[in-house]
């Protein structure tokens, strides 16, 4: 780690590129790079071995705090922001004391025969994100995501990813004619259609497709389904929320190996 620079106005160079990284969702898919803020999402890139390109820490966490001083050492570069101008960052309303600017990894070829989970369409950038933290804890290995879901790179899908995203391969803005190279089946997910989850024989490994909040699954794509599930719903309600079902999907497809 090279001597760290201390930065102390807002209109910084540096402090502007994250600043717009930071407000702006899709930012990331022109820059290149990503902003990941907080210990926690920083802690987990380290953990996984991958590298930071810069390390921006508030000045008060450098001085007083050995952990976050040690944790922001891991980055090639550290830049020391005055506290007010890392807070102006954020928007958050507690903001973190640090964070890691890093490159978006070029997609991954497609993984022909991984397990898989495939976004039609998600709106919502929690859900996104729970599904990814899901994903990579029932050992899917891959996300496809088709156009129209939410920016899987963006700062509220990394936050509500919690690190997820370093143990997956990511590929977004897919067209739906991508999936033709899957070579494992896909698994269609409805509210109302399909088999019960309990009973269906489900095969291992297969590509899980999960759609849109209040559409589901485009009918296009759940012709090309191999099976259908649902999720018997005893309480009555007319759906699950597409996070809480995946999870349920995923952990049901791991435990029966």
């Not at 879901?149 to 690190?163: D, E, F, I, N, Y």
Request: hydrophobic share 50%; with cysteine; glycine share 10%.
């Amino acid at each position: 780690m090279s001597e760290p620079r201390h930065i102390h106005s807002r209109d910084n160079p540096l402090v502007l590129r994250v600043r717009k990284l930071a407000a702006d969702g899709h930012a990331y898919r022109k820059a290149g790079e990503a902003w990941l803020e907080g210990d926690h999402l920083c802690s987990a890139l380290r953990a996984r071995g991958r590298p930071a390109a810069q390390a921006l820490i508030a000045e008060s966490a450098w001085a007083g705090d050995a952990r976050l001083r040690e944790l922001a050492g891991w980055a090639q570069q550290v830049s020391v922001l005055a506290d007010p101008v890392f807070k102006s960052l954020s928007g958050l309303g507690s903001p973190a004391a640090i964070g890691f600017l890093v490159d978006v990894p070029a997609a991954p070829a497609i993984d022909a025969v991984a397990a898989s989970v495939v976004l039609d369409r998600l709106q919502d950038a929690g859900n996104v994100g729970s599904i990814l933290r899901s994903a990579a804890a029932l050992g899917v290995a891959q996300v496809l995501a088709l156009k129209g879901t939410a920016a899987l790179w963006s700062p509220k899908v990394l936050r509500a990813g919690m690190g997820a995203h370093f143990a997956l391969h990511l590929i977004e803005g897919l067209d739906e004619t991508a999936l033709a190279g899957l070579r494992v089946p896909l698994v269609g997910t409805s509210s109302h259609g399909g088999s019960l989850l309990r009973d269906a024989a489900l095969p291992r490994p297969c590509a899980w497709v999960f759609g849109h909040e209040g559409q589901g699954v485009s009918a296009a794509l759940q012709a090309r389904c191999t099976l259908t599930v649902r999720i018997p719903q005893p309480g009555g309600e007319e759906s699950l929320n597409v996070a809480a079902a995946a999870a349920i999907c995923l952990y049901e497809s791991a435990v029966r190996q």
